[in-house]
């Protein structure tokens, strides 16, 4: 979403106090911003108005940590804003499950139905089957029938020249007999909404009675897409939301929008072409996206995977009493070396995703390797006491490791640097981790 936004909030969560004049230039900020991203303009008036109203009653302008706090609020509203927690996809008390997906011309209806199959299958073993409903375009149909041949899903077709709602009644018969647990029906799109077309998706939703119909919304649209929203929902009164393209979205206004104006939770997003390229939507997640927080959750959950809990505890515990060392430091490089490229993790943190220090970065695998012979050159004292390191010492480890002192002592001065950092980030202040990758 927005620059100014994540501007607004750095500039604030930079000031150790905040002034009423503070408070309305960052107001002024947030609802320019939030107009400048396209988000619905009651939307905003209604956002902005909830934020200022909290910010008044926390007292933050007596509070300990008055930016965080903000930073919080709004986090917090955003949230809330997109419908606090995930949804999840409707099912049906007897098989099958009926989805429909409907939506303008291009918005990715067919490409999603492939994800959305494609992750059924993966998640519930699942035995989806397609119902090929557009037949307003011939190619629809192929490309239909492409997407499901790389996920190994049928399709149920009966070319163009069938009314879609009789296809939609003899696909429903043919998934009953061979107990498909989930119908995926793709159906047509135009440009722009008309009475046509939304009578005939009105009579196959009155037909099969679908458990879920979802909205796919291209999110680059911006606010013609609330307005579409609107207008599919006013006539088909659609169960969810899928937005697409989001890899491609800058803005994210329609994200912030839709829930907001038609009440539909957003469900799933699109983030590229793949079959694989679908996730769930979180709303907190996209909240501290759009604040440049970084995607926590994300690399939190990431981290987990590879994460031995008990040694992660151990760490925080001795960053909180300032007793990290250099095995703790051997034992963090590994693990992280574990999680994947390491400008990826850093992007994640918070106030990282946005900082103009890290547009190239680019670190080098070979670099870990050359500081971790460094550390490992050293005897077990020294990892143990990091603060005995003198200059005679710090010749004996640029011979042990092979490394020039020059780097010997980058390596300290940047391992020193970072207990100080953890010691600032484990009291609750980030700014230390900005000024170690010089924000
Ligand atoms: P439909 O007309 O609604 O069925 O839309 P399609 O499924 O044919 O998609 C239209 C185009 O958008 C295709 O080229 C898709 O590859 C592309 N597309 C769909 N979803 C996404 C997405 O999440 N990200 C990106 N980058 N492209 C997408
Ligand atoms: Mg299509």
């Given at each position: 979403l927005t620059d100014r936004l994540q501007k607004a909030m750095e500039k604030l969560r930079r000031k150790p106090k905040v002034t009423e004049a503070d408070l309305r230039e960052t107001m002024r900020e947030i609802r320019l911003a939030l107009l400048e991203a396209d988000v619905n303009f009651k939307v905003v008036k209604d956002f902005v108005k909830t934020v200022r109203e909290k910010a008044a009653g926390a007292e933050v302008l007596k509070g300990l940590n008055p930016a965080q706090q903000i930073v919080k609020i709004v986090n917090d509203e955003l949230t809330k804003l997109m419908g606090e927690e995930a949804v999840p996809l409707n099912k049906a008390p007897?098989?099958?499950?009926v989805i429909m997906m409907v939506g303008?011309?291009?918005?990715g209806k067919t490409t999603t139905a492939g994800k959305l199959a494609l992750r059924l299958k993966n998640e519930n073993n699942a035995r989806p089957m397609f119902i090929?409903?557009?037949?307003?375009?011939?190619?629809a149909i192929t490309q239909l029938q492409q997407v499901a041949d790389q996920i190994d899903v049928p399709v149920f077709e009966k070319g163009i020249d069938v009314d879609p709602v009789e296809i939609v009644r003899e696909g429903m018969e043919v998934a009953k007999q061979n107990h498909n647990d989930y119908v995926i029906i793709d159906t047509a799109g135009r440009l722009q909404i008309d009475e046509q077309l939304m009578d005939e998706l009105a009579n196959i939703k009155e037909l099969v009675k679908p458990n879920e119909i979802l909205l796919v919304i291209d999110s680059m649209t911006g606010q013609n897409a609330v307005n579409t929203a609107q207008g599919f929902d006013n006539k088909l009164d659609i169960t969810g939301v899928v937005l697409t393209k989001l890899d491609g979205d800058t803005r994210g206004g329609a994200a912030m929008s839709i829930r907001a104006v038609?009440?539909?939770?957003?469900k799933f997003v699109g983030e590229?072409?793949?079959?694989?390229?679908l996730d769930v939507f979180h709303p907190d997640r996209m909240a501290s996206r759009i604040l440049g927080m970084g995607d926590m959750m994300t690399l939190i959950e990431k981290a987990q995977k590879n994460f031995d809990e008990e040694q992660a505890q151990e760490t925080m515990d001795k960053m909180r009493e300032n007793t990290f060392d250099y095995n703790d430091f051997l034992a963090q490089m590994d693990q992280v070396t574990k999680m994947g490229p390491l400008e990826n993790i850093i992007k994640m943190m918070p106030g990282m995703a946005n900082n103009p220090a890290l547009k190239n970065l680019n670190l080098d695998p070979k670099q870990f390797a050359h500081i971790k012979a460094i550390v490992l050159s050293m005897t077990p004292e020294e990892r143990e006491n990091p603060?005995?390191?003198?200059p005679s010492r710090r010749r004996r480890l640029a011979a042990g490791s092979g490394r020039p002192i020059v780097e010997v002592n980058r390596m300290i001065k940047q391992f020193n640097q970072m207990r100080k950092m953890m010691k600032q980030v484990t009291n609750g202040n980030f700014n230390g981790m900005q000024n170690m990758f010089g924000g």
């Open positions: 007897h098989i099958p499950t303008l011309q291009g918005a090929a409903a557009d037949v307003y375009r011939p190619a038609t009440g539909k939770p957003i590229g072409e793949k079959m694989e390229d603060d005995v390191m003198n």
